[in-house]
């Protein structure tokens, strides 16, 4: 499989509307082995793992931006790719550090980015950086830290587009409650305050 921005986007997309079962009961974090996680970081993971890519893991999101910082490719500079992994950190949260990470869609004319994440909310209520649902999302640049940008091949990407249509058209899929997967055996992650593994 070739590992390319189009094809993460592909993949992405064909998990828009994916509802966790229950609190962060899921099937990405479970694809990493463990059962019950906070998981906009495995959802991009395990985007990235089954779809050709050896990237830094964002698991837990600051480890994530240091190790793409490490290979020198995380960028604050200009405008995102489509394809790029972003960071943000929302104000006025309570948590003063990255805490939230999606795929980049494309840069929009206003100068914001359309982005698709895994568990935020679907909607501008409800809690963005731990909402349950794999949603497509509008974001303004204060709430972005920085974005990376992974080892692609080459190659056009005709899926930025295709979403941003869908997006415009409001023809997205609605919410759906998603399978818990398959793969290795999951166990449920260590509480937060002994680990930094499953949280945000």
């Given at each position: 499989m070739n590992f390319t921005a189009n094809?993460?986007?592909?993949?992405?997309?064909?998990?828009?509307?994916?509802?966790?079962?229950?609190?962060n009961l899921q099937k990405f974090s479970a694809d990493f082995g463990v059962k019950q996680a906070q998981w906009c970081g495995y959802f991009v993971d395990y985007i990235i793992?089954?779809?050709?890519?050896?990237?830094?893991?964002?698991?837990?999101?600051?480890?994530?931006?240091?190790g793409y910082r490490s290979l020198h490719r995380f960028m604050t500079i200009g405008d995102p790719k489509p394809g790029d992994v972003i960071f943000f950190d929302f104000p006025n949260d309570g948590i003063f550090r990255i805490s939230h990470v999606g795929f980049v869609v494309?840069?929009?004319?206003?100068?914001?980015?359309?982005?698709i994440e895994g568990n935020t909310s679907p909607t501008e209520a409800g809690d963005q950086r731990n909402g349950g649902c794999v949603a497509v999302k509008e974001r303004t640049r204060k709430t972005i830290v920085?974005?990376?940008?992974?080892?692609?091949?080459?190659?056009?990407?005709?899926?930025?587009?295709?979403?941003?249509?869908?997006?415009?058209?409001?023809?997205?899929?609605?919410?759906?409650?998603?399978d818990l997967g398959e793969g290795k055996p999951a166990v449920k992650a260590p509480a937060k305050k002994t680990t930094p593994k499953g949280k945000k």
């Amino acid at each position: 499989m070739n590992f390319t921005a189009n094809n993460i986007l592909k993949a992405a997309l064909s998990l828009v509307g994916y509802t966790e079962q229950g609190e962060n009961l899921q099937k990405f974090s479970a694809d990493f082995g463990v059962k019950q996680a906070q998981w906009c970081g495995y959802f991009v993971d395990y985007i990235i793992k089954h779809n050709g890519g050896k990237e830094p893991k964002c698991a837990y999101t600051p480890l994530g931006a240091e190790g793409y910082r490490s290979l020198h490719r995380f960028m604050t500079i200009g405008d995102p790719k489509p394809g790029d992994v972003i960071f943000f950190d929302f104000p006025n949260d309570g948590i003063f550090r990255i805490s939230h990470v999606g795929f980049v869609v494309t840069t929009l004319t206003n100068g914001n980015v359309l982005c698709i994440e895994g568990n935020t909310s679907p909607t501008e209520a409800g809690d963005q950086r731990n909402g349950g649902c794999v949603a497509v999302k509008e974001r303004t640049r204060k709430t972005i830290v920085g974005w990376a940008r992974p080892h692609y091949e080459s190659a056009p990407v005709p899926a930025a587009h295709e979403i941003l249509q869908l997006w415009k058209n409001k023809e997205l899929p609605k919410p759906y409650k998603g399978d818990l997967g398959e793969g290795k055996p999951a166990v449920k992650a260590p509480a937060k305050k002994t680990t930094p593994k499953g949280k945000k």
